[in-house]
């Protein structure tokens, strides 16, 4: 069941980064904005192998945060320690605050 619910999740968001590009000219480029956010944020997810454990809800997201609260982490937000954020609260935060994303600028 696991493994389903993982397999579910990974192809939710190639689902996703398949609808970005077929976006046509007419819209806007903040209608954009939050597909293409989400995106990158699953591209960094699938480029560092970590696609798998962020669905099963196994990434600690303050290991890359930034601490103090700036731009200094991947993540530009200070998280506490034991942040398993579901994956779909992630992709939420994509579209809500983009600005906590570095691959989001």
């Not at 192809?11 to 293409?36: M, Q």
Request: glycine share 8%.
């Amino acid at each position: 069941m696991r493994n389903r619910l993982v397999l579910l999740a990974a192809l939710a968001a190639t689902a996703l980064l398949a609808v970005v590009p077929t976006a046509t000219a007419n819209n806007s480029a903040d209608a954009l904005a939050g597909p293409r956010c989400v995106k990158a944020g699953v591209t960094f997810l699938v480029q560092n192998g970590l696609l798998r454990d962020a669905a099963l809800t196994q990434i600690d997201y303050d290991t890359i945060d930034s601490d103090g609260g700036g731009t200094a982490g991947l993540i530009n937000t200070d998280l506490p320690a034991g942040s398993y954020l579901p994956l779909g609260t992630v992709i939420r935060l994509h579209f809500t605050n983009p600005e906590l994303f570095d691959w989001c600028a």
